[in-house]
């Protein structure tokens, strides 16, 4: 079905287009475009760049002046902001991991097709199953793809997921669908789950919709958690509804054609760089070959390439790459390559992307338009020898050229998809068949593009054309007019050149400067223009001139500093410095470009918006931070300037979108620039005024950096204008190291809004080598240099923003006036003291074997650098040291040196003893300026972040300052202390003021302690240390036998900043005590932020005036948010009055009983004995099982769980969630109305059948309890669990930047918490009392416990076989306990259903971690680890959340939901009053009392005709509520089923798979519980589905009789269930049917196995002969049917086919007449075969959409039970034999009946003619004996006479 076909005449605009039906007399023209500008017709309105070029006056408005207001007072800073991240960290490869799980597919075009799955994913190819003769298979079929690499490479392949129809020769593709990696990753949770892919065939695309295909994708990189999705099988889904593409995109997408136009290209390498090249190069010692250029453009999985250009470094192409693709299309990003063609192989030059996302948007309605781009210029990056950067991988370190290109999108609309083209565009391409390009093949084919389906629809002719890009010609190409160009002048100052490596100091060096290839003197020394006077002899060939170069005068550039040899630097000599003082060299570079600066100010004025905007967003995050309440105040009156400021934009953009220079795409980014800002502006009033509920400063915070995000993606401008200046260090000549620096951010303008964030200011420039760097310290110079680039009329503003004080020097006689100066001189200088207060520092990475690290700090101030000393063995060092550097030499003004002094760098590195030191991160500030004139202030110590690359590497307090000095000598120098040493503390004054603290540490044990060199910890000591003070704990005396610590509780005063943002780390540090006294490390841990143990006192008691106070019983728990209330009524403070509470209605998960009468549950021991004694009649079947044959289980009442999980994921995404809830259950009474908005039931129902529905519904929904079902693990739910001890990861090792490397360095885990409040400073008395921390803390002696693990399944395991599967079985770990279950493996599984319970006996601490490990069986050799995943026993066991059993949602003594716990609820909830000190409970007939709250309730039961009073129901309900308690509530864990997630240690935070599962635990000490639930898993019931075909009638008749030419058909009829293809049978032959009628009385039986409760066919058998385990696999009930013409000497000519759902098929007509097509997919009366068990009636066979005949046929379901007791053979056999048909003497086979098919072919309708022939014969043969003979007679008459 052609997607464009259904669609209305006047669609909805899609980007901005719209797409319109053409009449249908004309239907070959059928291109319809209403994107202006997108093909070349049009390139009068988007090719305005060009015209331009071709001589358009350069004063025009743009050029000039803009209007822009100003936006506000933004102050002029001679300096550009500085950034404390040094060096941006290469991106790592990472590992990543491609998830894609094929359910099923529907609606595949095709006859009797045979489908698997391809999946592709780049390279890698896997396959699923071949189902047998379907249209809709069902593979639920799960596939993963590792990868390991650049996330930018891995997001740009291509997931290609195709449909083949796999015959015994060949295979054909029905359709394809295909995205791209990054699309998946950037969707929420990075995935796609339960959504349907559309099929498409490329080669065939006026075809349409090729089928639908059921699937989930998910892209997972470390640390990347994905929701486990719930498989929910709904026949009657609406596919369109839920399709597999990203939100906003519609639902039906057009086929378009993507025009990429490539012109010509300037400034390429002019020297081959092939290695025949190199090679000749070597021999010859000259490379004068040119360059052989072709460009190469790859999108979505298709490569198209222009022709090769030979010897030439200005190639012009003309040409366009065609790509066909449905339009929007699932990829990011378009990539565009040109290479250099070479004999042996091809050599990239340069690589550059175009985000389709900058290009193009998606709104409706005239917001949005079509990708477009250019004409417009798109400059190159690379390396001259480095490939990786040439191919895009890492930041090109050089300017390779540029290309000129044009990007256009037409779409197609159903007739002219069939087009070639159009007709203006199809002779081009009849011209380009006929003239092939030159070179290599244009363009690659994509694998699999070519072929149909197997019966899918589709003209043949276009079945086999490649589907492969074209390669046109262009048509009237924009031609460039080089004269009409505009001057550029970039002009720089340097002013600070230090942090030189010494390895390259030995010699001269100098810095060049680049824009383009002007100033590059090293590969283009003629590019700077001519030496005056014509001193340069060489004339360059004007074949390597490019015009991009030439000028209309000779262009004098100063591109590179003089040489000079670099000086050592005082202080520890590790680095040089370029000694320039009062003397400042100059640097000035002319280029000339095309003028299309507007573009770049557009972005400027924006760019200043979002860092207005990011600054003051920041401000607000660091007072939200200090707990600051002026944090709100200061973000709205940020988000108040912002609206201001693009209100402002917003009216600039719309006088400036009509502007007569601007490209098709710069008029269309600016109408985007001005909507999103607009869209921005609305949120942002929608936030600072919030309707319902105000947003807390947290929210707001999120709320600004997702708009950060949004404005950020606005500022990057995709049109190219001026390439990116590069700053190149050379030393002897030879490249070293450089950096990169947008023009834009250089770019001068007359309005401040318009210019450059770094234009007229001083630049500090860290140089860096080009390419990969490691993670040590790779910065090769400090440079700190003005920059201005702009115009040559705009020139006299270079000096403009100089700091003050400078002369301007002009060297060399032959300098002409008004010409750049040489040297700038600033005469004065001043002279100051460096104090660098170095604190402390904390986070440091670990550098040593130990987990720890030797560090010192380095501070580099211009030609000086100090060191501080070395602290051995801590990740949080207290250096307390002065470094001074006397004599620092300042030249310029010193007002300006005051407000705007040098920056200075901090280095810290780990030293060691016999190698180089090892870089742990770096930081940049900037010293305060104190004036000798000016009264001293101390500077205050702030935390400055330390980065190593891209990673935080702690953070560093610290203050500097530089002090002037006076000239009078050092008297007015501020004081010092003494001197300890050689080394000055830092002063007292500077230091933060001090105030003594108590530390109380919870010392609980320690866990998980790994080997030490070798050995196994056995006496453990933890060593707690804070600011020079510390406490030890006790000596674990043997730690295998009892890993808890003896003294609990210690504490210890510590002296800390008065500041809580200056507390320095908290350090927790292990030790082994071995013999003789030794000791060794174990591991450590460092705590940051103290601020999360501080403690607050405990809320004032709100009981009643009765009850004793509450305590809280840990005033370091996380505060859990209460469980809403659902009855309408908010929780209170309680007061003096009781509250009462009704909760006989609660709406919490609590279901009604599941007996038909309430069930009585009494408490005491003779209610007991009443309960035992209940009649057995009362315990019925709670669920109308279809089969009748279920019982109720604990499957159950998880199936319902899954239910309720799902209604409520529908309610979620209903538009009427109220609605949904309250009429879920009676949907089918709803009316045609209410029925359009809550989908899932049949709008016409009979009333036997609504009342049926309702009935069986409510009673499924009032009748069964339900238990609570996490995604995610129980930990995460409930906050770990750490509300009365918090665990501390030690770390021992070297850190380092690889994944995995924090697993690696583990050794352990603390058990502790701390308590951290302030002395007083008069009263100790207080301070002598109970320690505060000991509130809550139970016993720390053994405890021994028994453990119960449930595991029910697992999902989306990771294949462990060659073959994709795997066959996992459990193992549990609890101490020195492992359980393995292999024998009960799971054959050929990655969704294994295990239902396994274990029960373990543990004594807790020694055995306290449980490990549930899967693995994968193997036959042969040792069994594979799959995942494993670890719980925390003890954790749960002592928490106040009650982990230990679950709380059910209803209360039973026996059944599927008997109450397992050992306490009964009403002593739970007395033993929770008691510990927490609350009044109660007191229990009252219909009322429970407890803390002065009343909840009222049912009490009072029947049973056995008598009334029974129990509280238990109540009790539980009250315990459900516990978390509305003040005070002291808490939520307790429910009965449940967690989600974890299994990991393997090989790969590091990727998921391997999930495991449902939960653990029981309960005490020893108490009562032992019942039995355990039994969980097995529900066996399959077995079935005998008995069909018997009884007739056909309109059967298309196929054969055509050779003699008489009559229609005829063999008719026979084929069945089977779908994966039961093995079992397929087959009907005898009705031969020479002549109406299409059949005759059969035919009986098929199908033996099956069957889940009642998960509606799915079990089919169990072998994958191979091979194979040693059948493989189970779950299936929907689906029966074919089909109908064939039977042929002796060919193949069998299939009819039609009947496929059937056996829950829910139509009901059969009752006569042939009354049986047609529509009763498939209109049919309201749906059967289910496992309800009504018989059926009988007419249903249609189908082909190709189109009705091939009818059969009737009888349903009969049995049991296997009752197939035993009442067998039926197949067949006509016995027993049960069924009747012979009575079919007409016509049915023959000719070959087993020859007298019959001649007596019934021949002799009826040739009769008269055989007689005649035969009397014709007869008097024939008389004659001829007559005239034989008669000669003879009459001779002999004569001869006898």
């Known amino acids: 079905m052609d997607p464009m076909a259904s669609t209305p005449t006047t669609q909805r605009k899609l980007f901005g287009i719209k797409v319109k039906k053409k009449k249908k007399k004309k239907v070959n023209k059928g291109l319809v475009l209403a994107n202006k500008g997108a093909l070349e017709g049009a390139e009068v309105e988007s090719g305005q760049e060009d015209s331009s070029l071709l001589g358009e006056a350069e004063g025009s408005s743009l050029a000039g002046p803009s209007d822009l ?107 394809s669908f295909k995205l791209d990696v990054g699309t998946v990753y950037s969707q929420p949770g990075h995935q796609f789950m339960n959504k349907w892919a559309v099929l498409m065939d490329a080669s065939n695309i006026r075809a349409g919709v090729k089928g639908y295909l059921k699937c ?67 021999f010859i010692g000259d490379n004068t070959a040119l360059i052989d250029p072709y460009v190469v453009v790859s999108f979505f999985g298709q490569v198209g390439r222009t022709s090769t250009q030979k010897s030439t470094a200005e190639p012009v192409w003309n040409e366009q790459i065609v790509f066909k693709e449905m339009f929007p299309p699932l990829c990011q990003r378009l990539k565009l390559q040109v290479l250099d063609e070479g004999s042996m192989n091809d050599v990239a030059i340069g690589t550059h992307y175009i985000d389709l996302r900058r290009i193009s948007n998606d709104q409706d309605g005239d917001k949005g338009f079509l990708p477009t781009f250019g004409p417009a210029w798109i400059n190159i990056y690379g390396a001259a020898d480095n490939s990786e950067l040439n191919e895009g991988v890492g930041e090109g370190a050089s300017f390779r050229g540029r290309v000129f290109i044009e990007l256009a999108v037409e779409i197609l609309s159903g007739a002219s998809a069939a087009e070639t083209k159009a007709p203006r565009t199809a002779k081009e391409l009849k011209a380009a068949l006929k003239e092939p390009k030159g070179g290599k093949a244009a363009g690659k084919e994509p694998a699999g593009g070519a072929g149909g389906g197997g019966g899918a629809g589709g003209g043949e002719e276009e079945r086999g054309k490649p589907v492969g890009p074209e390669v046109i010609p262009v048509e009237n190409p924009p031609t460039i007019d080089t004269e009409n160009k505009e001057s550029f002048m970039l002009f720089g100052v340097v002013f600070e050149a230090s942090l030189i490596d010494r390895k390259i100091g030995d010699r001269p060096i100098n810095f060049e400067f680049s824009i383009g290839h002007c100033g590059n003197v090293v590969e283009y020394p003629l590019v700077t223009g001519r030496k005056r006077g014509g001193s340069d002899a060489y004339e360059p060939d004007p074949s390597q001139t490019t015009p991009l170069l030439e000028s209309h005068e000779p262009l004098l550039c100063k591109s590179t500093t003089p040489p000079e040899k670099p000086i050592i630097v005082d202080g520890n000599r590790s680095y040089n410095y370029l000694p320039i003082h009062q003397k400042k060299p100059c640097i000035h570079v002319s280029s000339s470009w095309q003028d299309r600066t507007y573009r770049l100010h557009y972005s400027n004025v924006l760019d200043s918006i979002a860092i207005a905007f990011e600054e003051g967003v920041a401000k607000a995050e660091s007072l939200h931070k200090q707990l600051d309440a002026g944090a709100e105040p200061l973000l709205l009156q940020v988000l108040r300037e ?143 240099v003005y920059l201005w680039l702009g115009t040559c009329r705009d020139s006299s503003h270079k000096l403009d923003n100089l700091p003050a004080g400078f002369e301007v020097l002009q060297v060399g006689p032959e300098e002409r006036p008004g010409a750049p100066p040489t040297f700038l001189l600033y005469p004065d200088q001043h002279r100051f003291q460096l104090r660098a207060h170095m604190y402390q520092a904390r986070g440091l990475i670990a550098a040593d074997a130990s987990g720890l690290s030797d560090p010192f700090a380095r501070v580099s101030f211009l030609n000086n650098s100090q060191t501080t000393a070395i602290i051995n063995q801590t990740l949080t060092p207290t250096w307390n040291q002065m470094l001074l550097v006397n004599g620092v030499t300042l030249h310029g003004d010193l007002t300006e040196l005051a407000t705007e002094p040098p920056s200075l760098v901090i280095e810290v590195y780990d030293d060691d003893a016999l190698g180089k030191a090892e870089y742990l991160g770096s930081s940049v500030a900037v010293p305060v300026v104190r004036l000798a004139h000016e009264p001293y202030q101390p500077p205050q110590l702030q935390y400055s972040p330390l980065y190593c690359g891209s990673l935080s590497g702690g953070d560093l307090l610290a203050a500097f300052e530089l002090i002037q000095i006076p000239e009078v000598g050092q008297g007015g120098l501020p004081e010092m202390d003494e001197p300890d040493g050689l080394l000055y503390p830092v002063p007292a004054y500077i230091r933060p003021v001090l105030s003594t603290y108590r530390i109380e540490v919870l010392f609980w044990g320690l866990r998980e302690l790994k080997k030490v060199q070798l050995l196994s910890v056995d006496r453990p000591q933890v060593f707690v240390e804070c600011a020079g003070s510390g406490v030890n704990s006790s000596v674990i005396r043997s730690y295998k036998s009892n890993p808890n610590f003896s003294v609990l509780v210690d504490a210890f005063d510590v002296e800390l900043p008065e500041d809580e943002h200056l507390h320095p780390p908290l350090s927790i540090t292990v030790v082994d005590w071995r013999a003789f006294g030794r000791s060794t490390l174990v591991g450590s841990h460092v705590i940051n932020n103290l601020g999360l143990f501080k403690y607050t006192p405990p809320p004032a008691p709100a009981t009643a005036p009765t009850a004793p106070p509450m305590r809280q019983q840990d005033p370091h728990t996380i505060q859990v948010l209460p469980v809403p209330i659902q009855d309408g009524q908010q929780p209170e403070a309680a007061s003096a009055e009781e509250i009462y509470i009704n909760i006989e209605y609660d709406a919490a998960p609590v279901v009604p009983t599941p007996t038909p009468t309430p069930q009585p549950t009494p408490t005491d021991k003779r209610e007991s004995r009443k309960q035992t004694r209940r009649s057995t009649k009362r315990k019925k079947r709670t669920i109308a099982d279809e089969s009748a044959e279920c019982v109720i289980d604990w499957w159950s009442k998880y199936y319902a769980s899954v239910d309720k999980i799902r209604q409520a994921r529908l309610s979620k995404g209903h538009p009427f969630p109220e609605l949904y809830d309250n009429m879920a259950p009676l949907q089918g009474l709803m009316s045609e109305g209410v029925n359009t908005l809550v989908t899932g039931f049949k709008d016409q129902m009979s009333p036997t059948q609504k009342a049926k529905m309702v009935k069986g519904v409510v009673e499924q929904h009032s009748k069964l309890a339900t238990l609570q079902i996490y995604d995610k693990e129980l930990e995460e739910e409930f906050g770990h669990f750490d509300d009365w001890v918090k665990t501390f990861e030690l770390y021992r090792g070297k850190a380092n930047e690889e994944d995995g490397a924090s697993d690696d360095r583990l050794v352990g885990k603390f058990k502790g918490r701390f308590c951290l409040y302030r002395l007083p400073d008069d009263d100790d008395g207080e301070c002598e009392g109970p320690l505060r921390i000991n509130q809550g803390i139970p016993l720390n002696t053994e405890t021994k416990v028994l453990i119960r693990v449930y595991i029910v399944s697992a999902s989306n395991l990771h294949p462990a076989d060659p073959d994709g599967k795997s066959d996992p079985y459990i193992v549990l770990k609890l101490g020195k306990t492992e359980i393995k279950d292999r024998d009960n493996y799971i054959p050929k599984q990655l969704n294994p259903v295990f239902g396994r319970s274990f029960e373990i006996q543990a004594s807790f601490p020694k055995e306290s971690l449980l490990k549930v490990l899967i693995y994968d069986y193997d036959l042969i050799g040792g069994d594979d680890l799959i995942g494993e995943t670890q719980i925390d026993l003890e954790n749960r066991f002592y928490s106040r959340h009650r982990a230990t059993c679950g709380l059910p949602s209803e209360y039973s003594l026996e059944g599927y939901n008997a109450w397992r716990d050992c306490v009964q609820p009403t002593e739970l909830l007395t033993k929770l009053c008691k510990e927490n000190r609350l009044s109660g409970p007191s229990l009252q007939p219909g009322r429970i009392t407890v803390g002065g709250r009343v909840f009222t309730g049912k009490t009072l039961f029947v049973d056995e005709d008598q009334a029974v009073e129990s509280y238990e129901h109540l009790a539980l309900k009250v315990l459900h509520r516990w978390a509305e308690m003040p005070g002291v509530g808490c939520r307790l864990v429910p009965e449940h089923i967690e989600t974890r997630t299994l990991y393997h240690r090989d790969r ?51 054969d055509s009789n050779i003699l008489t030419g009559q229609m005829s ?114 049919s309201t009366e749906l059967v289910s075969i496992f309800q009504q068990k018989r059926s009988r009636g007419w249903w249609p066979f189908s082909k190709s959409g189109e009705l091939t005949g009818k059969v009737e046929a009888e349903f009969h379901l049995v049991t296997a039970e009752e197939a035993e007791k009442n067998p039926v053979g197949r067949a006509r056999k016995e027993p049960e034999p069924l009747e012979k048909p009575n ?52 001779t002999q008459r004569i001869v006898n006479g």
């Open 1548 to 1598: 590091p935070g990727i998921e391997q798979g999930q495991l449902q599962m939960w653990v029981d635990m309960f005490p020893m000490d108490m009562p032992l519980p019942g039995p355990p639930v039994d969980i097995s898993p529900r066996k399959p019931k077995g079935y005998e589905l008995r069909i018997i075909i009884w007739n056909t009638e309109d059967v298309i008749l196929e």
């Open 642 to 784: 912002f609206c201001r400021d693009a209100r402002r934009f917003i009216a600039f953009a719309e006088r400036r979108v009509k502007g007569n220079r601007l490209t098709l795409l710069d008029k269309k980014r600016l109408t985007l620039c001005k909507q999103e800002l607009e869209s921005i502006v609305e949120l942002i009033g929608s936030i600072a005024v919030p309707k319902r509920k105000p947003l807390s400063v947290k929210e707001l915070l999120l709320e600004a950096q997702k708009l950060t995000a949004r404005l950020r993606f606005l500022v990057e401008e995709p049109q190219h204008t001026l390439p990116d200046v590069f700053v190149w260090l050379l030393s002897n000549n030879k490249r070293v190291a450089y950096a990169r620096v947008p023009a834009r951010h250089l770019l001068y303008s007359e309005n401040a809004e318009e210019m450059g964030r770094d234009c007229g200011k001083i630049k500090t420039l860290f140089l860096k080598p080009p390419g990969r760097r490691v993670s040590s310290w790779a910065v090769q110079a400090k440079l700190d």
């Open 1609 to 1722: 058909s063999d008719i026979y009829v084929k069945g089977w269930l779908k994966g039961l293809e093995g079992d397929c049978q087959e009907t005898d032959v009705h031969y020479s049917s002549l109406t299409g009628e059949g005759n059969f009385n035919w009986r098929f039986v199908f033996p099956f196995s069957y889940m009642p409760a998960e509606k799915q066919l079990v089919v169990s058998k072998r994958e191979s002969i091979f194979a040693l385990d059948k493989t189970e696999q779950k299936l929907p009930a689906v029966l074919l049917l089909q109908v064939w013409d039977f042929d002796r000497l060919s193949a069998d000519d299939f009819l039609g086919s009947l496929e059937l759902d056996l829950h829910g098929f139509p009901r059969g007509a009752k006569s042939a007449k009354a049986c047609k097509l529509e009763m498939l997919s209109e």
């Open 216 to 282: 989930d994708i998910s892209v997972t990189g470390k640390g990347d958690a994905t929701q486990p999705s719930q498989k929910f099988s709904d026949a009657e889904e609406v596919i369109e509804k839920n399709l597999l593409l990203p939100m906003g995109f519609p639902s039906e997408r057009p086929w378009a054609r993507f025009y990429v136009k490539v012109f010509r290209a300037e400034g390429l390498p002019r020297n081959n760089s092939s290695l025949m090249a190199n090679v000749t190069k070597a």
């Open 1783 to 1834: 079919r007409p003497d016509t049915s023959f086979s000719w070959f087993m009946n020859p007298f019959k098919c001649f007596f019934h072919l021949i002799w009826k309708n040739y009769k008269k003619y055989i007689i005649i022939a035969l009397i014709l014969l007869i008097t024939a043969l008389f004659l001829a004996l007559l005239f034989y003979t008669l000669p003879g007679a009459i």
């Open 69 to 175: 207001s100003p936006f506000r007072e933004v102050p002029r800073t001679r300096r550009s902001r500085l950034l404390a991240k040094i060096q941006e960290g290469e991106s790592r490869p990472k590992t990543f991991q491609i998830s894609i799980n094929i359910t099923e597919a529907r609606q595949l075009v095709g006859e009797n097709i045979d489908p698997s799955i391809v999946l592709e994913v780049g390279d890698e190819r896997k396959q699923t199953t071949v189902k047998e003769g379907t249209n809709a298979p069902f593979y639920n079929e799960y596939f993963v793809f590792d990868f390991f690499g650049q996330q930018e490479t891995l997001f740009d392949k291509v997931i290609k997921l195709s449909v083949m129809h796999s015959k015994i020769m060949r295979s054909f593709c029905v359709g």
